[in-house]
């Protein structure tokens, strides 16, 4: 089973050699941590940075240099800055090739739902609405249950829709899924995680092909 660096290092397998990436709350953040020294990415947050680099060591944080999470980050050389407006003109307009979300449910239909919980307070519903409606390439990044072990990948969403059809693939602690149009393709399984594990954790339709890999870190 992985935990949340494990899932971050798998999903930065997914991220290609000149890529533009928007990295979500949450799990995502870690995502810039672990992509390979020998590509070339530049990592997008929607409150106005581009070439956003991992997060800084302690003791040389900035206070004035932070994500669309306020965490404090690190920037690379070339990197700039930009208003709220020109970022989501850029995630409007589709330059922006991976999306990297997490999420509270997941439906086998690729609908996700992520910003609200009814009866919650919620600061607001950020960018992801924007991210989702304009974005080809979407990966959420996960635990496959919530903490009363109830499945977070479901035939149909209970919580309020942040888009509708627009996962392509996703990596919890116990697997990597496709999202496809009979429901969540099993890809690879977490170390040590058995098929059988990942069923019982999956409310949605799983559709298990042939032998499945284990997860290469």
Not at 161 to 183: M, P
């Amino acid at each position: 089973m992985l935990d949340k660096t494990g899932i971050a290092k798998r999903i930065a397998k997914e991220v290609k050699d000149g890529y533009y990436v928007n990295l979500g709350i949450g799990i995502p953040t870690l995502v810039a941590n672990y992509v390979r020294d020998d590509i070339s990415v530049e990592f997008q947050s929607e409150n106005g940075v581009l070439g956003m680099g991992p997060f800084p060591i302690d003791g040389e944080e900035d206070a004035d240099i932070i994500n669309a999470g306020k965490q404090t980050i690190t920037t690379l050389p070339g990197a700039s800055f930009f208003d709220s407006a020109t970022s989501f003109g850029m995630i409007r307009g589709q330059h922006v090739d991976l999306t990297i979300l997490g999420a509270m449910e997941v439906s086998e239909n690729g609908d996700i739902a992520n910003w609200k919980i009814p009866g919650k307070m919620v600061k607001g519903m950020g960018g992801a609405m924007d991210l989702v409606a304009s974005a080809e390439n979407i990966i959420v990044a996960m635990m496959h249950t919530n903490r009363e072990g109830e499945s977070k990948l479901l035939k149909k969403c209970s919580l309020p829709l942040t888009g509708v059809g627009c996962v392509k693939k996703i990596v919890t602690n116990l697997a990597v899924l496709e999202v496809t149009k009979d429901g969540f393709k099993l890809l690879e399984r977490a170390p040590g995680i058995t098929i059988e594990q990942i069923k019982e954790a999956t409310e949605g339709t799983l559709i298990i092909d042939g032998n499945i890999p284990e997860m290469q870190l």
